[in-house]
């Protein structure tokens, strides 16, 4: 099985700055038939479902704020939110779907 | 537009089956994948398995001995059954969709909370 590894666990912010949040899985996500990266992004508000951020990587949702911007390939993966906002905070998971699907363990955004 | 919702009971005896339904609406069992992810108190998302859009299913190589998904179509529902509950099976159950037969998960419902105790 992919295992998705995420870090940091947690951050401390202030609205205002820009945030890195890194995610590491144990083998390859890049298909070579696409060259496309299996790899989203989905952000947990306290008491609410997942929400859908970025898939392929780096291609935002519908609706999603450009201040979320998703990179990487391969085995190392990138969510950067720029210009935090209060409404930002909240619990954000990367996942695999190249083989499955697994979830890497989550950054949790808190209010410095 | 598209809804899911979950239903089942809240508290399951340990060594008792689960069992929960996922109702839809807005698109059609025969065209989305819908799967189920599961989350314990203040941990992380888990994945548990899948009902593709023509009958498939796959299951997390940690819970297949355990599950079972299937489907009514007719009826718009997604079942999930899971056998020898324990305390750790604790958690919120989600159904989640895919948009066509895409592999992200972009629709959820709102989650059951079940609570595995005696």
């Known amino acids: 099985d992919i295992v998705m590894t995420q870090s940091p666990s947690s951050l401390a912010v202030s609205a205002g700055e820009t945030v890195t949040i890194n995610c590491k899985s144990s083998?390859?996500?890049?298909?070579?038939?696409?060259?496309?990266?299996?790899l989203a992004w989905y952000q947990q508000k306290p008491g609410q479902s997942p929400k859908l951020l970025i898939y392929?990587?780096?291609t935002r949702q519908s609706g999603v704020p450009d201040r979320f911007i998703g990179s990487g390939s391969g085995t190392d993966f990138t969510l950067t939110i720029s210009s935090v906002q209060a409404e930002d905070l909240a619990i954000y998971y990367c996942q695999q779907y190249y083989d499955t699907w697994t979830f890497g363990g989550g950054t949790k955004l808190e209010l410095k | 537009q598209v809804q899911l919702k979950e239903s089942g009971p809240g508290l399951v005896q340990p060594s008792q089956t689960l069992s929960l339904t996922c109702t839809v609406s807005?698109?059609?069992?025969?065209?989305?994948?819908v799967h189920w992810v599961r989350q314990p108190p203040g941990k992380g998302l888990e994945w548990m398995g899948r009902m593709r859009y023509n009958g498939d299913t796959s299951y997390n190589s940690a819970l297949k001995s355990r599950l079972s998904i299937s489907r009514d179509t007719s009826k718009n529902q997604v079942f999930l059954k899971m056998n020898s509950l324990q305390t750790d099976d604790t958690g919120t159950y989600y159904c989640?969709?895919?948009?066509?037969?895409?592999?992200?998960?972009?629709?959820w419902g709102q989650g059951t909370l079940v609570t595995v105790s005696s």
């Open positions: 807005g698109f059609s069992l025969t065209s989305y994948n």
């Open positions: 989640t969709s895919t948009e066509g037969i895409l592999n992200w998960f972009a629709y």
């Open positions: 392929w990587a780096s």
């Open positions: 083998q390859s996500l890049l298909y070579s038939g696409n060259q496309k990266n299996y």
